[in-house]
């Protein structure tokens, strides 16, 4: 099983911004999609961004409107996401997954991070 680790969340006031990472240690994530989630409190968690193996692809969410920036170095085995403009409604838990998948539905990633707490507050 892969072994995810995200970082870089925190927290913020609106309009600030932040980059999350993700990565692993020991088995490469160049064959492998990988996508970010977020879960709120009291919410399901839902899909926000995801990339293909080598970067060529990548999907958001629609209520991320041109706000955040999925990439990947795969030399570093790291995907990111920037986030620019955040908003309180962002709050939220940040997780990654991977999988030989592209997509938004968590069902299709069968390695998980524990996740990272973004916070935009004033």
């Known amino acids: 099983q892969l072994r995810l680790v995200e970082s870089g969340g925190g927290r913020v006031h609106p309009g600030g911004s932040l980059r999350l990472s993700c990565s692993t240690s020991?088995?490469?994530?160049?064959?492998?999609?990988v996508a970010w989630f977020r879960q709120a409190p009291g919410e399901v968690r839902e899909g926000v961004s995801c990339?293909?193996?080598?970067?060529?692809?990548?999907r958001y969410a629609d209520f991320v409107q041109d706000r955040f920036t999925i990439s990947r170095d795969n030399a570093k085995n790291t995907v990111y996401l920037q986030m620019n403009m955040l908003k309180p409604e962002d709050t939220a838990i940040y997780y990654c997954?991977?999988?030989?998948?592209?997509?938004?539905?968590?069902?299709?990633?069968?390695?998980w991070g524990l996740g990272t707490q973004v916070t935009v507050s004033s």
């Open positions: 990339i293909s193996t080598t970067g060529t692809f990548t």
């Open positions: 020991g088995s490469p994530l160049d064959s492998l999609g």
């Open positions: 997954a991977a999988g030989r998948s592209f997509g938004l539905q968590a069902r299709d990633y069968p390695d």
